[in-house]
């Protein structure tokens, strides 16, 4: 059994910063790409940024400049720091990662999703 949980949501004023954490847990054998998204209130949940495993990384143009995704191999956990966060921001913020893990000794590949965090930004 696989698990993300994710941490680091919360309330804050425009132009403050929030940092992000998503660890992974389980019976994991190896992950490819970390990466992390956001749905607003009725919109359609959307790529923020990803990061494989070779340390390279993509980001949504909206938060370019903005926010940085990091991973920590050695504790298969994701960080996303949210830095000038705008009111646009507001959003659920899930992780995501695509991963080979064991099952009955044989390795399976999945793609797992945390249960999200909010972000809130005021004005």
């Known amino acids: 059994q696989v698990q993300l949980v994710e941490s680091g949501g919360g309330l804050v004023q425009a132009g403050g910063s929030l940092r992000l954490s998503c660890a992974a847990s389980?019976?994991?054998?190896?992950?490819?790409?970390m990466g992390w998204y956001r749905q607003a209130p009725g919109k359609q949940r959307e790529l923020v940024a990803t990061?494989?495993?070779?340390?390279?990384?993509n980001y949504a143009d909206s938060v370019k400049g903005r926010f940085t995704i990091s991973r920590d191999n050695a504790k298969n956990t994701v960080y996303l720091q949210m830095n000038s966060l705008k009111p646009e921001d507001t959003a659920v913020y899930y992780c995501?990662?695509?991963?080979?893990?064991?099952?009955?000794?044989?390795?399976?590949?999945?793609?797992?999703w945390g249960q999200g965090t909010q972000v809130t930004v005021s004005a």
């Open positions: 990061i494989p495993g070779d340390g390279s990384t």
């Open positions: 995501k990662a695509d991963l080979w893990h064991t099952i009955h000794s044989s390795q399976r590949f999945g793609e797992f």
């Open positions: 389980g019976s994991i054998f190896s992950i490819n790409t």
